[in-house]
């Protein structure tokens, strides 16, 4: 590696760390300005503020972050040298720009690797931990494809939920004996909670089955709606099994249970799609941002630079946003939106990159 590629990624490197840092905290003040009554209510003393923000910023902010980040650092490693004539002395003494900046590309390939791998393992485990609230000891498992919650003699089965409408769906209620053996069961595909946390299960099949002859068929009822009122304040906690909570490996399980099941999984399939496509917007971001700096030589000032990247990541995210509603669809060619998106940001970056004069 050449002095000057060496001098450049470390310069890129720096910056990354910097601008991340400095980035994180100016989240962690307008949370802290935004959300103080709700942080200083709820969390005792610095160590509970520290927490909810270890917390926070991973969980909603940390996937975007990395990206965003690559781009400022690559664009100002690159724009500041441009700017100093650092490329055109390089240019004279017979080196290439392009031969130069491999380097960062290779960096920030790397740096998608590991946001792939930070995304799945500490920003899960925050996302989990925000979703479920303070206080919450009970969690929600995911076996055979739902998620599952066991509190005293109730096991509770969900396929699905949305806390917005506070709706579950594909529910199963077990009741058993202190000794474990079933009770009654009941079932439906769409479950209300209400404010006073009873559930209206619609439609709801109803099997009681009789423990001193474990032999005979349960008793079935159907009923329009069923009403259980066994749910506590800390199963609120199922309205928060969601499938965005869920490993790569999980979530992959999900959507064949679902397709099994004959249920829609367009809508999660574009979810793990995304999933794996989004970090390596890192290395998608500094292919865009490297041609804007080296332009600060001849075209733009490093301010422009930086007005023009901030348009086409805006043009990014718009476009990522639309191909995610597209999903609503149930078009099975729009779970691959991520990567059509993606490519296309991949293609607009090398296309400049190849344009720039060497």
Same mark, same amino acid.
């Given at each position: 590696?050449?002095?000057?590629?060496?001098?450049?990624?470390?310069?890129?490197?720096?910056?990354?760390?910097?601008?991340?840092?400095?980035?994180?905290?100016?989240?962690?003040?307008?949370?802290?300005?935004?959300?103080?009554?709700?942080?200083?209510?709820?969390?005792?003393?610095?160590?509970?503020? *520290?927490?909810?923000?270890?917390?926070?910023?991973?969980?909603?902010?940390?996937?975007?972050?990395?990206?965003?980040?690559?781009?400022?650092? &690559?664009?100002?490693?690159?724009?500041?040298?441009?700017?100093?004539?650092?490329?055109?002395?390089?240019?004279?003494?017979?080196?290439?720009?392009?031969?130069?900046?491999?380097?960062?590309?290779? *960096?920030?390939?790397?740096?998608?690797?590991? *946001?792939?791998?930070?995304?799945?393992?500490?920003?899960?485990?925050?996302?989990?931990?925000?979703?479920?609230?303070?206080?919450?000891?009970?969690?929600?498992?995911?076996?055979?494809?739902?998620?599952?919650?066991?509190?005293?003699?109730?096991?509770?089965?969900?396929?699905?939920?949305?806390?917005?409408?506070?709706?579950?769906?594909?529910?199963?209620?077990?009741?058993?004996?202190?000794?474990?053996?079933?009770?009654?069961?009941?079932?439906?595909?769409?479950?209300?909670?209400?404010?006073?946390?009873?559930?209206?299960?619609?439609?709801?099949?109803?099997?009681?089955?009789?423990?001193?002859?474990?032999?005979?068929?349960?008793?079935?009822?159907?009923?329009?709606?069923?009403?259980?009122?066994?749910?506590?304040?800390?199963?609120?906690?199922?309205?928060?099994?969601? &499938?965005?909570?869920?490993?790569?490996?999980?979530?992959?399980?999900?959507?064949?249970?679902?397709?099994?099941?004959?249920?829609?999984?367009?809508?999660?399939?574009?979810?793990?799609?995304?999933?794996?496509?989004?970090?390596?917007?890192?290395?998608?971001?500094?292919?865009?941002?490297?041609?804007?700096?080296?332009?600060?030589?001849?075209?733009?000032?490093?301010?422009?630079?930086?007005?023009?990247?901030?348009?086409?990541?805006?043009?990014?995210?718009?476009?990522?946003?639309?191909?995610?509603?597209?999903?609503?669809? *149930?078009?099975?060619?729009?779970?691959?939106?991520?990567?059509?998106?993606?490519?296309?940001?991949?293609?607009?970056?090398?296309?400049?990159?190849?344009?720039?004069?060497?």
């Amino acid at each position: 590696m050449r002095t000057l590629s060496r001098y450049l990624l470390a310069s890129y490197l720096k910056l990354f760390v910097t601008i991340l840092f400095a980035a994180m905290i100016a989240i962690a003040i307008v949370e802290m300005l935004l959300n103080s009554d709700q942080v200083l209510d709820d969390h005792a003393g610095l160590s509970g503020v *520290a927490h909810y923000l270890l917390l926070r910023l991973p969980a909603y902010y940390f996937r975007d972050l990395i990206p965003i980040t690559s781009f400022a650092a &690559a664009l100002s490693c690159i724009g500041l040298a441009a700017r100093s004539r650092e490329f055109m002395a390089a240019k004279s003494g017979g080196i290439s720009p392009r031969i130069m900046v491999v380097p960062i590309l290779v *960096a920030a390939m790397l740096l998608s690797a590991v *946001a792939l791998i930070v995304n799945e393992t500490w920003v899960l485990a925050a996302s989990r931990a925000a979703t479920r609230g303070d206080g919450e000891e009970e969690e929600v498992s995911f076996r055979r494809g739902s998620f599952w919650y066991h509190r005293d003699d109730t096991l509770y089965n969900v396929q699905e939920a949305d806390p917005g409408s506070r709706t579950l769906r594909g529910v199963r209620v077990f009741e058993t004996t202190p000794a474990g053996r079933l009770l009654q069961s009941t079932q439906a595909e769409v479950v209300r909670v209400d404010e006073e946390h009873r559930w209206h299960m619609q439609d709801a099949t109803v099997r009681s089955f009789d423990v001193e002859r474990p032999a005979s068929a349960p008793a079935v009822a159907r009923l329009d709606e069923a009403i259980l009122a066994v749910a506590a304040e800390r199963d609120l906690v199922l309205l928060h099994a969601r &499938a965005n909570t869920l490993s790569l490996n999980e979530l992959g399980e999900y959507i064949r249970a679902r397709t099994a099941d004959g249920r829609d999984s367009v809508r999660y399939r574009e979810m793990m799609h995304a999933r794996i496509a989004d970090p390596f917007a890192v290395l998608a971001f500094s292919l865009v941002a490297i041609p804007l700096g080296l332009a600060v030589e001849r075209r733009y000032s490093l301010a422009a630079a930086g007005v023009i990247g901030i348009v086409i990541l805006g043009v990014f995210y718009t476009a990522r946003t639309v191909a995610s509603m597209l999903v609503s669809s *149930a078009i099975p060619a729009t779970a691959f939106g991520p990567w059509c998106v993606l490519a296309a940001l991949f293609s607009f970056g090398a296309l400049q990159f190849f344009r720039t004069p060497q």
